[in-house]
């Protein structure tokens, strides 16, 4: 399908939306983004690209700029809660490309410059309150009342998707019995460029560096009954976080004295959505495939995602074969991936007899075969999309 001149609307402006509003303005495409929020903001903290998400940051011409901004990951470190005691050291050098440590604002921020270098429009204050869908038309209706038309429809607007209700009815998440906090702190001195997770009963705790390790992300779970409310952003008191986190040793207590705002969001598991796309309008992100944090490929899934889709529509005569084509290629992948964050937060959170057996065999598996255990991930960060689907055009630098 020629893409040159053909209007495609896209609602929200974070990283799914950008990638693939960036990739079909190259193409030719008259790209509008609508984002709710009045302006691109500082939102968020610490995410990790593995070489999954980093192949399309290349392949749109933004590697050098992800090396510059983001801190480039050397291992991870699995380490018991009690004193730090390293557990199993992946070495992220034997994975299949480069992975980044990096905020979350500062790759929005490359994003949306991306985007409007290729010539993008980015409208803020538009928040969607109303959608209906025809065969080749999809009728908008703001929060204040405006009402708007799509020739082509994206919907890259998050964990409450309007365009998932539209085409999935509403969704039914399940609270996960796990709560988040979510901090960064001042480095104070030298990090190295190591994502370590503390493991113990029933919670653990991630820190890993961000901004030339100048600034170390926290994020810390634990199990609990009750929550109501979902999302990132409820602040909470970080004497809350210390005292649930006592009892770890190691690092932790002085990362955590540190920490003077924090963030507190309850886990809820979403189904993946079974309907991508109807007619004219389609999913992608969040809003097709919310996933739990354990497997840190929220935003891989989105950069994966974007470069599919687009290349979809380039490749297939109508909207409707191309969101088709991509469900088809899509959806197996992110359930996969969704289950295995899934079965992380079990895996993180073992107690008793079971924590120390299981600590015992990956001691014993890492020493006997260091590659090995990340081997098992070749699934996840040697999958290509960029590779698998060449644009017919080469991307503009």
Avoid at 37 to 43: D, H, M, N, P, Y
Avoid at 124 to 138: K, N, P, S, V, Y
Avoid at 319 to 344: C, G, K, L, W
């Amino acid at each position: 399908m020629a893409l040159t001149g053909r209007k495609i609307t896209v609602l929200g402006a974070g990283i799914s939306g950008l990638t693939v509003a960036t990739i079909l303005a190259r193409r030719g495409a008259e790209v509008t983004v609508l984002e709710r929020a009045e302006a691109i903001r500082e939102v968020g903290a610490g995410l990790q690209i593995s070489p999954n998400g980093v192949t399309v940051l290349e392949a749109l011409g933004l590697g050098a700029e992800l090396a510059d901004i983001g801190v480039r990951g050397r291992e991870v470190a699995l380490r018991d809660y009690r004193q730090g005691r390293e557990v199993l050291r992946l070495d992220l050098s034997g994975a299949t490309g480069a992975y980044y440590f990096i905020h979350r604002a500062d790759l929005v921020e490359m994003l949306a410059r991306a985007a409007r270098a290729a010539g993008v429009q980015i409208r803020f204050l538009h928040e969607i309150t109303g959608l209906a869908l025809e065969q080749d038309r999809a009728h908008l209706t703001t929060a204040q009342g405006a009402h708007l038309s799509a020739e082509t429809l994206i919907g890259a607007d998050g964990l409450h998707s309007v365009v998932r209700g539209v085409l999935n009815g509403r969704a039914a998440p399940s609270f996960t019995g796990q709560v988040a906090w979510r901090a960064t702190v001042p480095a104070n001195g030298r990090v190295d460029p190591v994502a370590n997770v503390h493991m113990g009963p029933g919670r653990h705790l991630v820190h890993y560096p961000l901004r030339s390790g100048d600034l170390i992300n926290i994020v810390a779970v634990e199990e609990r009954r009750d929550w109501v409310d979902e999302g990132w952003n409820h602040d909470d008191q970080p004497a809350n976080l210390r005292a649930a986190f006592a009892d770890f040793g190691g690092e932790v207590p002085a990362l955590l004295d540190r920490v003077t705002r924090v963030n507190l969001w309850g886990l809820f598991r979403h189904p993946v959505a079974p309907h991508w796309h109807k007619g004219c309008a389609a999913i992608l992100g969040d809003a097709a495939h919310p996933t739990l944090p354990f497997l840190a490929q929220g935003a891989n899934m989105a950069l994966e995602d974007a470069w599919v889709l687009a290349a979809a529509l380039e490749s297939h005569d109508t909207p409707e074969a191309a969101f088709a084509a991509y469900q088809e290629e899509r959806r197996p992948r992110t359930m996969r991936i969704v289950d295995a964050a899934s079965r992380n937060a079990r895996n993180y959170h073992l107690s008793g007899p079971l924590r120390i057996a299981a600590h015992a065999a990956l001691r014993v598996g890492g020493a006997l075969a260091p590659g090995g255990p990340l081997k098992r991930f070749d699934w996840l960060y040697a999958h290509d999309v960029a590779a698998r689907h060449p644009l017919v055009a080469a991307p503009a630098p």
